[in-house]
């Protein structure tokens, strides 16, 4: 909605397929432009879903017309050079604020960043969890070096630790 240019207003709703309770409306201004949430346990059974699956639907004509076209950010034929990291932090850090951080850190190569696991237990101790982030570095100009990538990698690491105590999980 950022890129469309408009505001998304998010209100309760009851509305099949979603489960009641777990289903919010979709506004822009006093327009209703969808649904999304939990869908109900009758409809994940029937059509062979996972347990607790989400679904949104968002009906685009509905939208605003708008005169600020987005512009199609600039794709790079270089190869993307992928570094795994995972981190240990506070329960109570938001991995938000651990995204936010590595991003940060990781400069003008990165392409990407993407949570893809959490892990709590014996391993990284009480009160602590794992995160696990892929990152993806990519150069418009050039392929990238390993240690390009590794010093990129590093950097992020180093703006996560400063910024939310996190340590690199060995």
């Known amino acids: 909605m950022d890129a469309a240019g408009v ?3 998010i209100e309760k709703d ?3 397929p979603w489960h009641p309770g777990r289903c919010a409306a979709l506004y822009v201004g006093e327009t209703l432009v969808g ?3 939990e ?3 009758r409809v ?3 059509m062979g879903l996972p347990e607790r699956t989400a679904a949104m639907e968002l009906e685009l004509d509905r939208l605003p017309a708008t005169d600020n ?3 199609a950010p600039a794709v790079s034929t270089y190869p993307v050079a992928m570094q795994d990291v995972a981190l240990v932090v506070d329960e109570a850090v938001p991995a938000a604020r651990v995204h936010a951080a590595l991003a940060e850190g990781a400069g003008e190569l990165l392409e990407s ?3 893809f696991d959490v892990y709590s237990g014996a391993q990284v101790g009480e009160g602590r969890k794992s995160l696990a982030y892929a990152l993806r570095f990519r150069a ?5 070096t390993v240690e390009e990538t590794t010093a990129a990698r590093d950097a992020a690491v180093a703006s996560a630790t400063e910024r939310t105590g996190a340590v690199l999980r060995s």
């Open 140 to 144: 418009p100009d050039r392929t990238l």
């Open 14 to 16: 009851d509305h099949a």
């Open 35 to 37: 649904h999304g949430g």
């Open 44 to 46: 994940v059974k029937a």
């Open 7 to 9: 505001e998304l207003r």
């Open 69 to 71: 076209p987005v512009p």
């Open 113 to 115: 960043v993407r949570l």
């Open 39 to 41: 869908l109900h346990p």
